[in-house]
């Protein structure tokens, strides 16, 4: 694009109310824009002349069902395939905007529009659009590290300094972000870091645990109560939504979320207005949504877990953290800067590892990521008291931890990564009795992922089976956190 001129945006809506007020919204926030009635004359100015951007609405005569909106958006993608439309929508015609999505549409608003989303919206869809440039394509660590503040992220990998670059693009915008990666990977410093590049780091960032939220109690924890509400309701109480404020909420396992909690999610993402529990006055929360999830959220969408206008509602932006064993070069860097870490906050004296221990190191499969190349490495730290560690001193200190005699590892050949993860569990259960806590440290999982875990491969009993300290196999577990 010809760096001097404005973007230009197309507005194509048979309402002349509409086109005065989005050519208003777009005048003030620095656009271009072109307004047309309908199909024709949209697809005629858009082979004149270039256009960045289209806001496109669905119906162009009042007994359309929708269907020549997706007949116009299917022809711009076949004119222009790389050209953004944001679709617009009445209220209750949400599914016609999924299909839109579906068939290529960048994303979708509902009508009438709050100016402020809808610009940012504008402006995420256009700079994730934008093709790279050849200078953001190649930006080192360096470079990044100049720009945005990326502290505590260790990692010098093309895959990992991708995502730095698209945080570095999105973090400006109150886009909402979901973030994709297997456990332990770095998800929540992930969403930290959009926080504090976010012009609302001077806000809170509340985190909460999707996958440990009690449903009974799903609605006063996000929304707050007032008193009187239900029985336990002695004082109101504020939810996480309003202590979000002009903050950024982050959704932790997202893909845990029930159905019916999704809709009312759903709904609070929409209009941004919401309820308290027992009140009747609607309230406004400025938020912005950063999600993560280690599960496929578009097969649990296509397999009916996960509903379609949610998910389209979260994941305007999709970053995907790459799993440790698939950017392995990192993990020397990683194991220096945490064998540091680690030392100071013992107080030990500064320890190292040595060359060769760093190339075993980096050939461990990690099944539990980044998280558990940390817990080995403190275990280690801690058990062998010597300030070089060698290759000899994790595979004691391994053999420590699973009580095993040297050289009974685990025999993984052959088997799938599934197969694995299911080999090491079961090892892990054995040894330590069924005690998830302990299970869990070993393999370097928080108790909540374990738990998926052992549901996935049938192992041992479901959340509520284990008892009070964790153990598998018995009565009623404790209360379950929803918020760390
Ligand atoms: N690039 C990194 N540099 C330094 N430390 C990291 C990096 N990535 C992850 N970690 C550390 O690894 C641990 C796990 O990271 P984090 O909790 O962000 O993972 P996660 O993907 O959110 O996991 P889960 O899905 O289990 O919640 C944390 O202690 C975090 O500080």
């Known amino acids: 694009m010809d760096s001097s001129r404005k973007q230009r945006i197309l507005i194509v809506d048979d309402d002349s109310a509409v086109q005065v007020s989005l050519a208003l919204l777009l005048k003030q926030s620095g656009f271009e824009p072109l307004c047309c009635d309908g199909p024709g004359q949209a697809l005629a100015l858009l082979a004149q002349q270039p256009v960045d951007l289209v806001l496109q609405d669905m119906n162009f005569s009042l007994h359309t069902s929708g269907e ?45 529009w709050d100016n402020t989303q809808l610009a940012a919206l504008i402006h995420a869809t256009l700079e994730t659009a934008a093709p790279p440039s050849a200078s953001a394509a190649t930006l080192s660590r360096q470079a990044l590290d100049a720009q945005f503040d990326f502290g505590g992220i260790i990692g010098e990998h093309p895959r990992l300094l991708k995502v730095l670059s698209t945080i570095g693009q999105v973090a400006a915008t109150r886009a909402p972000v979901l973030i994709l990666g297997e456990s332990g990977c770095g998800k929540e410093l992930i969403a930290d870091a959009i926080h504090r590049n976010s012009p609302r780091a001077a806000r809170p960032i509340v ?3 999707m996958g440990a939220i009690t449903p009974s109690l799903f609605e006063s924890e996000m929304f707050g109560h007032v008193r009187g509400a239900f029985t336990d309701a002695k004082t109101d109480r504020k939810g996480h939504v ?21 809709v009312k999610l759903l709904r609070v993402l929409q209009d941004q207005t919401y309820q308290q529990v027992g009140a009747s006055r609607t309230e406004r929360a400025d ?5 993560a999830t280690n599960r496929e959220l578009a097969s649990l969408v296509a397999g009916g877990e996960f509903r379609e206008d949610l998910f389209y509602r979260l994941n305007l932006i999709t970053i995907r953290l790459p799993p440790l064993r698939e950017r392995r070069s990192d993990i020397p860097l990683l194991a220096r800067h945490i064998i540091g870490e680690v030392s100071a906050s013992y107080g030990l004296a500064p320890a190292s590892i040595a060359p060769q221990a760093l190339e075993w190191l980096s050939a461990q499969p990690w099944p539990g990521n980044i998280r558990q190349l940390k817990q080995t490495l403190e275990r280690t730290l801690l058990l062998v008291g010597r300030t070089e560690l060698r290759q000899a001193d994790f595979i004691a200190a391994e053999q420590h931890e699973h009580g095993g005699a040297p050289g009974q590892r685990l025999g993984t050949d052959g088997m799938t990564l599934e ?45 509520d089976e284990a008892d009070g300290n964790g153990n598998l196999g018995h009565a009623a577990t404790g209360a379950r956190m929803g918020v760390r």
């Open 68 to 112: 020549e909106g997706l007949r116009l958006l299917a022809d711009i993608k076949q004119a222009q395939p790389a050209l953004p439309v944001l679709l617009m929508t009445a209220w209750g015609s949400i599914a016609l905007a999924v299909r839109g999505v579906q068939a290529g549409a960048a994303n979708f608003f509902t009508k009438p």
């Open 287 to 291: 938020i912005r949504v950063v999600s």
């Open 242 to 262: 309003a202590s979000a404020h002009e903050g950024t909420l982050f959704l932790d396992e997202i893909g845990e979320l029930n159905r019916s909690d999704q």
């Open 419 to 463: 197969q694995v993860e299911r080999h090491m569990i079961a090892h892990a259960l054995e040894q330590h009795q069924g005690n998830i806590s302990r299970v869990a440290k070993t393999l370097g999982l928080s108790r909540t992922a374990l738990y998926r875990r052992l549901e996935r491969h049938g192992l041992g009993g479901a959340p």
């Open 207 to 209: 985190k909460i645990n």
